[in-house]
Each structure stands twice: as C-alpha cells, then as structure tokens.
C-alpha cells in the first residue's frame, strides 16, 4: 500500500532511501538541518573551487552502488580518482594502497548528493526535534516549534548520537537505548584546506601517516576536474589529537596541522590560506554490521554509514537494505 514516509537527513543514506521509497509509489518527505544536501559528503567553498572536507572518496565494491549512481546520479557527476595513495608503515616507510577503484564527486564531492536531491522533495533548513503521535501516524516537529506534516513512517539517517536525542525526545526509549554504544565510538576530526600557491614538492596526491597528529593527508586538486590555480590539500587530524584540541581556536589547528604536514614530507612550502573545519561526529568505528534497524511496531527506521561498515558505500547500503526490508 502507497505511504506517506518522512526521511530525516540528506547524506547519502537519505537521499537514497528516498529515491528507492519514491520508485515504489510512496510519498516521501526528506527533512535536512543544513542549507544544502550531502551530510558528510561535504565540500567547503574556498577562494574561486571548493575543497572536499568530509569524505574523501568512495569505493564501488557492490557493482549495484555504481549503477545507482550512474542512473541517478548521473556518469557526469562522479569520476574515478586515479591517484598516488601512500601510507606510512610501522618503520616509516611509505607503502603503496592496495589496489581498487576509488571514486570522487565532479567537480566536487557534493555534486553527487545535489543531483540525487534533484529527484527528492527536500525540505532544508529544518531540524527535526521530535516526533509525536497522531492516532498510527507521526508528526514531525522542528526545534522552531513548528508542525512539519504527519507521516506513517519515519526513516531517521542522523549520525547515532544525533538519531539517540531525537529517538529520546520522540519517547522511542527503547530503540535510543540500543544506541549507547554506537554513540560511544563515533570518532570526531577536525579538518583543514590549506592552499598552496607553490605547490609543496611531495611524491604522493593522497597519504595516511603514521602520525599522532595526522590521519590523512591529500591534494585535493588531484581530483578529476578541480581546475584550482596552486594547490589545495585537505588535512584530517587522528581522533585522538581532535579529542584533545576539540574546542582549540581554528587559526590553532590549521598551524599546528600545517606544521606537522611540513614536518612530515619536509617540504617548507607555506599555505597562504586556510579554512578548518570541525567534525563532532566524523567517522564511526563500531564494528558490528546488522546494515539497518526497523521498528515494525512504531514505523521508525535507522539507516546511516554507522550501521554499515562507517563509509560513504555503507550508507548506501545501510538504505538500500533497509527499503528492501520496508518496501
Ligand atoms: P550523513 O552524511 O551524516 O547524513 C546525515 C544528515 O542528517 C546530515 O546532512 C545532517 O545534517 C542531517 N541531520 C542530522 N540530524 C538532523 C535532524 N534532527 N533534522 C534534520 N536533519 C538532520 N567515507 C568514505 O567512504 N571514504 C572516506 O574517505 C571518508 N572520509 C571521511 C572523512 C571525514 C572527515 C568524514 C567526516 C567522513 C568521512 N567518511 C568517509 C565517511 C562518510 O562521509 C560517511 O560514511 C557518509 O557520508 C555518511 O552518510 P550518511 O547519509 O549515513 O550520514
């Protein structure tokens, strides 16, 4: 039977949820708290491009992924990232990755999400607080206080700590319990694009050293169709620095960042403008993989990276499966 379902977020997971609920014949609302699309497929707007802050890239291990992009997304906004990836072993030695595909947004990672909205009712600016019962239905309530619309299900694709306070205020204590413990082990991280008019001299385009300070290190206008003038690279500081520096002043973190990049490929190149970026909750290191979780009795749905693996193909995963388990 056709419903009328309400998608809370539009990362990856959301906006595939809703695409996939919309082809059955439903009615689907997607609610998102930011002005645009994307989640944590994000990019930042810097000097005359934009500079990918969240997710780096993506991996198309299920050949489904990418047919859903081409169809939906289109071939035009993603392309393959041919670059040379180098981590540092446990002697210092720079190892290459393994091989596989690893894909990029073009010309930035949003461009992925904004086509995938252009096929969903989204409604931005709008932060669900809560939702309340209306006889089998829910009704959406925002933190302005406002009615959003009843709806017979809910898909909730908030990252877990954001899911277990809505799940909370909405008198789902059951099912926010269940989420104590992906709530403990998402990891924040705190980002940084740094431009370089002269490109610093470094023998890779995308690095993950063994630093206490950096995980990951990459020219970000080594990406298909950046067309930057100079360099911009993204630095993702470790978690454990990020925890330690989570209320340091931006200017702080972009140097101390910088510095250590410096240090790391002794390159003396100095960036001439940087932009940070704080992620409270970025990465998710819970292991356990259910893919989604439904409560047939209340309508309330989970999807999100957290329940698949933490990376942009799980979040897809994580939806599809959990359509496939609503339809
Ligand atoms: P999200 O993208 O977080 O989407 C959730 C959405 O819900 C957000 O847009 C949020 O604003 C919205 N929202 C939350 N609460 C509410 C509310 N109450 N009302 C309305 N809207 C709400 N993955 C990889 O595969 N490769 C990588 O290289 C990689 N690197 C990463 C680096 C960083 C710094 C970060 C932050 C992430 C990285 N990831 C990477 C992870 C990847 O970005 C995520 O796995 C994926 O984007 C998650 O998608 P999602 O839809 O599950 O969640």
Redesign the pocket.
Known sequence: SIRSVAV???????LTAAILLGQLGHSVTV????RG??????SKRVGSGSAD???????ARNREFLSFLQRWAGSDAFLEWPARFRFQDDTLNWQPFPEEKRYVGVPRMTAITRALSAHVDVTAQ????RLERSGNQWQLVCTEGLNHGVFDQVII???PA?AQE?LRASQLDGLAEELEKPVDQILP?W?VAAHYSEPPEVDADAMRPHSEVLY?VANNSSKPGRDDSGQWWVL?ATPEWTKAHVDAEPGYVSNALVGEFAALTGADARPDETVAHR?L???SAWSSQPGYRYDAENGVGL????LAG??????WE?ATRLVAAIQ
Request: with cysteine; proline share 4%.
């Open positions: 809370i977020g539009s990362g990856l997971a959301g609610f998102e708290k930011s699309p994307g989640g944590r497929m994000a802050v969240g997710a780096q890239y993506f991996t709008v932060r669900i607080e694709t908030a990252p954001q809505l991280c980002a990951w993702h992620w909750y970025a990465r999807a999100g990276d957290w933490g990376r942009v193909e799980g979040a994580s």
